[in-house]
């Protein structure tokens, strides 16, 4: 008893780490899980993936990595694919609880490319977790971004890494990791399964993407969470049309796969209402930040025990920062649920009004605001190593940060003009012009770019209006054209029926206290 309770004690970093040292817990586990995994439970699977795995990291392996693969290896028969995605969640612990060393990262990247050359060449009849083929494509994507961020830390590199990077140059290019993603959308043929469920010959999102005819799921889910891949890897780059071209696949207005996964549902619509914003399409960036975080509000209290929660609640407070700013740049209260009207007041009411003076103060809170929320931008290509060696981590960030400040410093502008037009129905050209105090030219120039600015190119090639005040000119007379909010008497007749019933339950309740008088 005595010598088991020494094997189960964590290993701290003090006490040194034996990659070799295999506790009985962890073989039961690694012994169980591939069984499970051979007999195709899903269910099981997701338990010890969810479960046991999390509860094992916490105790046994709180600051060091797992055993090695060779380790457990001859647990599970040497069997190839198991140890690939053993070693998969090795390096995701490693990267989640330790900071990893430039070979393990290189050693990750290797891992990654032999697991998804089995899967796009290899015969693979598995049936594995949404949750868990989720977590690979996010967390492939997640450590190239953080090998981009590593790399562009240049100043303090020693000769031993340079001479690493030069080796393997190819570790984490950028070529490679979109090359991936790609094959596995085209592989799997998954835009084609989507475009016949909608024609009623496939069963792919009513059934999870799982397979119940015996078959495996792997190759299918894994090409659809590589269009969010896809996405979240163009945004990172700056290329927003080219992430939302490879998520339209997805109808994103209905519930999916990719909402079967918290992490992948607020990624997926996180980097998509980002990408938005930045488009200048401000309604639609508005309408999806408002579905998720209403959906967020309703339902965060069942993901507490999840070891996703953090990254949920940091998710949902960038989100509200980032609603902010498009509801400044936008002002379309209209589109935003009360209760998630009523948080946003909450955290940034106050920001907010200060946000629509445009001085210098509103546009410390604009950098502010998008420095928090915005994704963390990566330089993809590799460093030169003949000049003097520099960090370049920040280069892409401050670029992003240039452009979307230079956005929100034209919609100075156009704050005066919007100011006129919400307060008449026409006006003239000449006294619209003496108002703000410009010539007629300089009016029409600033009337044009108020055209331009509030409306954006969608996805269909369509030009839509993000303004709540647009205008039309005839001769010298600008009619203006309010949008009026769409009064919402459903919600209103729903919330008295409840208090009269409620009025009405209260009433019977009393009469029934109430001593009958015979």
């Keep these: 008893m005595a010598n088991q309770d020494y094997e189960e004690r964590p290993q701290t970093q003090e006490l040194g780490y034996d990659p070799n040292f295999v506790p009985d817990s962890v073989k039961s586990f690694v012994v169980h899980l591939y069984r499970h995994i051979r007999e195709k439970n899903v269910y099981e699977i997701h338990q010890m993936y969810e479960s046991s795995f999390q509860t094992l990291s916490e105790r046994l392996f709180k600051d060091t990595p797992w055993p090695s693969v060779d380790a457990v290896a001859h647990y599970v028969d040497n069997d190839h694919v198991f140890c690939l995605l053993y070693r998969e969640m090795w390096f995701r612990h490693l990267y989640a609880r330790l900071t990893p060393t430039l070979r393990q990262r290189i050693d990750s990247w290797d891992n990654y490319c032999s697991l998804f050359q089995v899967v ?6 598995m049936q594995l977790p949404n949750q868990w083929l989720w977590d690979m494509v996010d967390e492939f994507v997640y450590q190239f971004q953080s090998f981009c961020q590593y790399r562009a830390k240049m100043k303090n590199k020693t000769e031993q890494e340079i001479t690493l990077l030069r080796q393997f140059d190819q570790a984490w290019n950028v070529y490679g990791v979109l090359n991936f993603l790609q094959a596995l959308v085209e592989k799997s043929t998954i835009i084609q399964i989507l475009e016949q469920e909608k024609e009623g010959l496939e069963q792919f999102t009513a059934t999870d993407g799982y397979d119940y005819n015996g078959g495996s799921n792997v190759l299918k889910v894994l090409g659809y969470f590589s269009m969010v891949g896809l996405l979240r890897v163009h945004c990172l780059l700056g290329d927003y049309h080219t992430g939302i071209k490879c998520l339209l696949p997805i109808d994103i207005s209905q519930q999916g796969v990719y909402t079967s996964v918290i992490g992948s549902h607020i990624t997926t619509i996180y980097h998509y209402g980002f990408a938005n914003l930045m488009l200048r399409r401000y309604v639609e960036a508005i309408r ?4 998720i975080l209403l959906y967020i509000f309703k339902t965060k209290q069942y993901h507490q025990k999840s070891p996703q929660y953090e990254q949920i609640l940091k998710k949902n407070e960038q989100m509200y920062a980032l609603l902010a700013i498009c509801l400044s740049l936008c002002p379309q209260t209209r589109l935003v649920d009360e209760t998630v009207n009523s948080q946003l007041r909450e955290k940034y009411g106050e920001k907010m009004a200060r946000m629509q003076r445009y001085d210098d ?18 330089t993809p290509s590799a460093p030169s190593f003949e000049e003097p060696l520099v960090n370049y981590n920040q280069d892409a960030y401050r670029l992003q940060l240039k452009l979307f400040l230079y956005e929100a410093k034209q919609q100075q502008l156009l704050s005066g003009v919007r100011t006129f037009l919400k307060v008449y129905s026409t006006i003239s050209f000449a006294k619209l012009a003496s108002y703000m105090e410009v010539d007629e030219s300089t009016l029409r120039t600033i009337l044009i770019t108020y055209k331009h600015k509030t409306h954006a190119v969608d996805s269909d090639g369509k030009i839509t209006s993000n303004a709540d005040v647009d205008f039309y000119i005839d001769e010298d007379t600008i009619h203006v054209v309010e949008s009026k909010p769409a009064k919402r008497y459903g919600d209103y007749f729903l919330r008295q029926i409840v208090k009269e019933q409620v009025e009405e339950v209260a009433t019977v309740v009393e009469e029934l ?5 015979d």
């Design 288 to 291: 999806e930040f408002n579905k």
């Design 361 to 378: 103060e509103a546009f410390a809170i604009y950098d502010e605001l998008f420095s928090y929320a915005c994704p963390k931008f990566i």
């Design 120 to 125: 796009l060449h290899g015969v693979v009849n």
């Design 513 to 517: 206290k109430e001593p009958k008088v």
